[in-house]
């Protein structure tokens, strides 16, 4: 059962911008503690682009800092993942994570981002 569901990939010239939304249950999202967001390339570690915890505090990787923004939405379970200035190394799956303590980590499926130069 697929307990969180990205959405707002796509194809994007670099420069340009994306949305990703990160939706999940009421019941999920009330007792998470972290919501982040991770990136993976085929072949390559997954690797951690942001993270928003419940007093809304932020968490950026060096290289999204200034160019991404993450956010949350309580009334809509969801989270968000503003990309601004994209190049082609942010080409990856995108992927959100939700962190609950004393539980293993709930995950997406991915969505896709691709950027050309």
């Known amino acids: 059962q697929v307990q969180l569901v990205e959405s707002g990939g796509g194809l994007v010239q670099a420069g340009g911008s994306l949305r990703l939304s990160c939706a999940t249950s009421?019941?999920?999202?009330?007792?998470?503690?972290?919501l982040g967001w991770y990136r993976q390339v085929p072949g390559q570690q997954r690797e951690f682009i942001a993270a928003?915890?419940?007093?809304?505090?932020?968490k950026y990787a060096d290289s999204v800092k200034d160019r991404f923004s993450i956010s949350r939405d309580s009334n809509k379970n969801t989270i968000y993942l503003q990309m601004n200035s994209l190049r082609p190394e942010d080409t990856a799956d995108y992927l959100c994570?939700?962190?609950?303590?004393?539980?293993?980590?709930?995950w997406g499926q991915g969505t896709q981002v691709i950027v050309s130069s």
């Open positions: 009421r019941s999920i999202f009330s007792r998470t503690n972290v």
């Open positions: 928003i915890v419940k007093g809304a505090a932020t």
């Open positions: 994570d939700a962190a609950i303590l004393g539980e293993a980590d709930y």
